[in-house]
Nanobody, 123 residues
Framework: QVQLTESGGGLVPAGGSLRLSCAAS????????MGWYRQAPGNERELVAT???????KYGDSVKGRFTISLDNDRNTVYLQMNSLKPDDTAVYYC?????????????????WGQGTQVTVSS
């Protein structure tokens, strides 16, 4: 079993910054993909940013140039530095990891989600 522990959400004024972190723990063989999605009330969950094996980065269009994602492979932790925050960035931010794990029948790959952390940007 793999657990994702998120931290760093909170309330910040427009133009401010926050840094989210998400640590994966458990019987992890490797992390194939890890990143952040967000969901605002009444909206579907959307991509914020992900980092894949080989340091392939992907960003949602609305956050390009403002948010930066990074992965610490030694700590199995992904960070999201969010700058120039806007009220439209207000949402619950969810960490997602696609992880290869050890199992009695061999290595298997699963997707895991964190519980979510609230980010609120005041105008």
């Amino acid at each position: 079993q793999v657990q994702l522990t998120e931290s760093g959400g909170g309330l910040v004024p427009a133009g401010g910054s926050l840094r989210l972190s998400c640590a994966a723990s458990g019987y992890i063989f490797s992390i194939n993909d890890m990143g952040w999605y967000r969901q605002a009330p009444g909206n579907e969950r959307e991509l914020v940013a992900t980092v894949s094996r080989g340091d392939i980065l992907k960003y949602g269009d609305s956050v390009k140039g403002r948010f930066t994602i990074s992965l610490d492979n030694d700590r199995n932790t992904v960070y999201l530095q969010m700058n120039s925050l806007k009220p439209d960035d207000t949402a619950v931010y969810y960490c997602k990891a696609i992880v290869a794990v050890f199992s009695p029948s061999g290595q298997k790959t699963y997707a895991y989600w964190g519980q979510g952390t609230q980010v609120t940007v005041s105008s």
